[in-house]
């Protein structure tokens, strides 16, 4: 699975948006970009997940560049509770892939959504 | 419906017991993994199991540690001879069989202290 790079912490103010960045430059033409976030001790929290197009849910947008070599996890609107370390994750799609659910959890963003 | 279920919540041992941690899957998944966290890291793959299956080990330690889903009843991570070193949190993902693109489902994990 392709390495991702991430910054190792942002900060947002309540209510506002937060774009947490995501580099995957050595992506494959069948690897999807998954997000999922840790909330302090709690298990990982499946977010979203893309290809190449853009996609949107109840939690979040993803932003994938043209050439699928960076990302952007978008929330709308910040929240307190959304403060977690917030994974970027590359990995084959697809039922049956050689990495099914093994995923690879890099350090991650802490987030932390301030008053 | 019930989320994945892990007990017990936190364990502790002394060293050279055995810890059994214990993982349900939500319901209509038949496909667990296994991760763990040590303080201060990031998370690690261990296993992937399905019905009566191993699939992948290779995130296992190659002794004390084994891990079990029976047709019946839940996955269990059993550590035999614990030492200092395996306190960790440990967490419990299931997953849908067949999904194109598989998420994780994770539970709030098992928190294993020894003495």
């Known amino acids: 699975d392709a390495k991702t790079t991430q910054p190792p912490s942002m900060d947002c103010a309540e209510g506002r948006a937060a774009n947490l960045p995501c580099n995957h430059s050595?992506?494959?033409?069948?690897?999807?970009v998954y997000w999922y976030r840790q909330i302090h001790s709690q298990g990982p929290q499946y977010i979203i997940h893309g290809l190449k197009n853009n996609e949107t849910n109840e939690m979040a947008s993803l932003i994938i560049t043209e050439d699928r070599k960076s990302s952007t996890l978008i929330l709308p609107h910040a929240t307190l509770r959304d403060t977690a370390v917030y994974y970027c994750i590359v990995r084959v799609g697809g039922a049956g892939g050689t990495s099914y659910g093994k995923l690879t959890f890099g350090q991650g963003t802490i987030l932390t959504v301030h008053p | 419906n019930a989320g994945v279920m892990q007990n017990p919540r936190h364990l502790v041992r002394r060293r050279g017991q055995e810890a059994r941690l214990r993982c349900s899957p939500m319901k209509g998944h038949s496909h667990v993994y296994w991760y763990r966290q040590l303080p201060e890291e990031g998370l690690k793959f261990m296993v992937y199991l399905q019905k009566e299956n191993i699939i992948d080990e290779s995130g296992m330690p190659k002794e004390r540690f084994s891990a079990e889903f029976p047709k019946e009843g839940p996955s269990i991570l059993r550590i035999q001879q614990v030492v200092r070193g395996d306190s960790a949190a440990y967490f419990c993902a299931s997953s849908f069989p067949g999904a194109t693109n598989e998420k994780l489902f994770f539970g709030s994990g098992t928190q294993l202290s020894v003495l």
């Open positions: 050595t992506i494959s033409g069948n690897e999807y």
